[in-house]
């Protein structure tokens, strides 16, 4: 216990690398994804678009943690890991409906954001469409379950660690 209270000490004194290091973090999980993308022959489907977005926004926020750490970098954090975690939940639940219940396919990405405008692609992404109820697995585990866990591990700790995180004049 006394070595996770001196590990923990030790992030605190050292806000701005942590943040500087979640970002990277969340920044590498798009990466990942895309490798993914190309190596495993997955293309994302809206969703999962939105959800690299939601990474990219969180190491965003995570990077003004790197300039001024501090609870309004935590909440900044938490607020687009709730994001992400609310896109991972709806795709999630899309992934469990009964075949007939399965939203038809539409139109792709690139076509909705070059036709429409962006809200009411927002609002027909968000409900959903048969390509985001294919289920594809890494390790196991499906994709939208393993963001959702992302979200929720790192939206967690960044809120809490810049809640308590002090900081410091000097980076």
């Not at 000490?9 to 050292?14: K, Q």
């Not at 899309?94 to 927002?122: K, N, R, S």
Request: aromatic share 8%; glycine share 12%.
């Amino acid at each position: 216990m006394q070595a996770i209270k001196r590990i923990w000490a030790g992030l605190l004194a050292r806000p701005r690398r942590v943040n500087l290091a979640g970002a990277v973090i969340c920044s590498g999980l798009v990466g990942v994804a895309v490798a993914i993308e190309v190596f495993a022959d997955m293309p994302p489907c809206p969703l999962c678009v939105f959800q690299r977005v939601a990474f990219l926004a969180m190491s965003a926020t995570l990077l003004v943690g790197v300039v001024v750490p501090g609870r309004v970098a935590g909440l900044l954090t938490a607020a687009a890991g709730v994001g992400g975690l609310s896109l991972a939940g709806r795709h999630l639940w899309l992934q469990t409906l009964p075949e007939d219940q399965i939203p038809a396919c539409g139109p792709g990405l690139d076509y909705l954001l070059g036709v429409f405008p962006l809200t009411d692609v927002i609002a027909m992404v968000l409900s959903g469409s048969g390509e985001c109820a294919e289920v594809h697995r890494v390790l196991g585990v499906t994709i939208p379950a393993w963001t959702l866990l992302g979200f929720l591990v790192l939206g967690l700790f960044f809120l809490i660690f810049n809640w308590r995180a002090r900081p410091s004049r000097h980076p």
